[in-house]
């Protein structure tokens, strides 16, 4: 839940500079830092000035494991299809600073929210995602020696989603900061950002004239916390196979506190949470390939897997290379791209 609502999702990678795994990246998530890279004028020819502004468009489609599994239709509800287009917009401000912008629209393809059985049925849905803005630091120092570059990058975001709207988002602020290092047809990455959220109320609310009856039972207030700080750290492995072909894999961590606190008085239960509370935390891992078709045009295709830190039952810490916690595994999903830069 703390997930799906935070309006963040995405700004550290829009932000976030890494040039060097540009073919190594989700198609269907806009970004123009490469793209908006100027070449240098060749010494003894005349300079022309580069076009400063640059773009990019994506196709996307994204189905999970859960559309496969041989089950009773109450589980194979949870299977999931949805395509997606996104663009983004580039401006080099100078040789270290460039301006992003991107957005997205994303439609269920599935027959319902739920699934073909399901209960709640509902039109194919087509909404549109957050905005994000961002300002990409390109490679501003390389540690000698050793090659390996430093990047980072500031954003926001406007929330224009039917989630973040619902959930009362004001603007999301995000920095991040990367390590890259290249040799040997290999591309090694290390990044780690944080997100600081702004909401309106720090508990989400029901939207009444939608839910009249549960306002009328429990009140507007759900008491349910939203995130207000969020880290997270990735590290990705890309390796060119051929000329035009790469392959990649990616692992990301993240964690959030919540904007309540619980109280420590005389009536406070000993199982009681108190202080801060933290969120249980979340990881993911993914295989990629990528295939560049023309100059700007290329085509990808991933398998990525998402999950808590921890098992249902809190015990075990899990593994996600696979979802081996659910009878569908309906938390792996696969993806398909084209992206067209320009």
């Excluded at 990044?191 to 939608?210: F, H, M, R």
């Excluded at 894999?249 to 904007?259: H, M, Q, R, V």
Aim: negative net charge; contains cysteine; glycine residues 14%.
């Amino acid at each position: 839940m703390l997930v799906s609502l935070r309006p963040f999702v995405g700004t550290s990678l829009l932000v976030l500079a890494a040039p060097l795994f540009a073919h190594a990246a989700e198609a269907d998530k806009p970004s123009t830092t490469d793209a908006t890279k100027a070449a240098e004028p060749n010494i003894g020819q005349a300079k022309e000035q580069p076009w400063p502004l640059s773009g990019s468009v994506s196709l996307g489609y994204r189905f999970n494991q859960a559309n496969f599994a041989n089950t009773e239709s109450s589980q194979t509800d949870l299977g999931s299809q949805s395509g997606s287009i996104n663009v983004g917009l580039g401006y080099q401000l100078n040789d270290l600073l460039s301006l992003d912008v991107g957005a997205g629209v994303s439609k269920t393809l599935s027959k319902s929210y739920g699934g073909a059985g399901s209960s709640q049925t509902a039109n194919n849905a087509t909404e549109m995602g957050d905005v994000s803005v961002g300002l990409g630091v390109g490679e501003f120092y390389k540690i000698p020696g050793v090659g390996i570059g430093l990047s980072g990058g500031v954003g926001a975001s406007i929330p224009t989603s039917k989630g973040s709207q619902a959930s009362g988002a004001i603007t999301s602020l995000g920095s991040s900061l990367s390590a890259g290092w290249s040799g040997g047809g290999f591309n090694l990455s290390l990044g780690a950002s944080w997100d600081y959220s702004i909401w309106k109320n720090p508990t989400v609310q029901l939207e009444c004239d939608s839910a009249r009856n549960n306002c009328d039972i429990s009140g507007v207030d759900t008491g349910d916390p939203l995130p207000l700080h969020s880290v997270s750290g990735s590290f990705s492995v890309g390796y060119k196979i051929v000329k035009d072909l790469s392959a990649s894999a990616s692992y990301g961590i993240s964690n959030s506190w919540l904007t309540t606190t619980g109280k420590d008085d005389e009536f406070t239960s000993q199982y009681a949470q108190t202080g801060t509370q933290g969120g249980l935390g979340s990881h993911n891992f993914g295989l990629g390939l990528s295939y560049r078709l023309l100059e700007k045009t290329g085509i990808s295709a991933r398998m990525s897997t998402g999950s808590g830190l921890y098992n249902a039952r809190g015990s075990d810490l899990t593994l996600p290379l696979y979802d081996f916690e659910t009878r569908t595994g309906q938390r792996t999903s696969y993806s398909f791209g084209v992206n067209q830069s320009f």
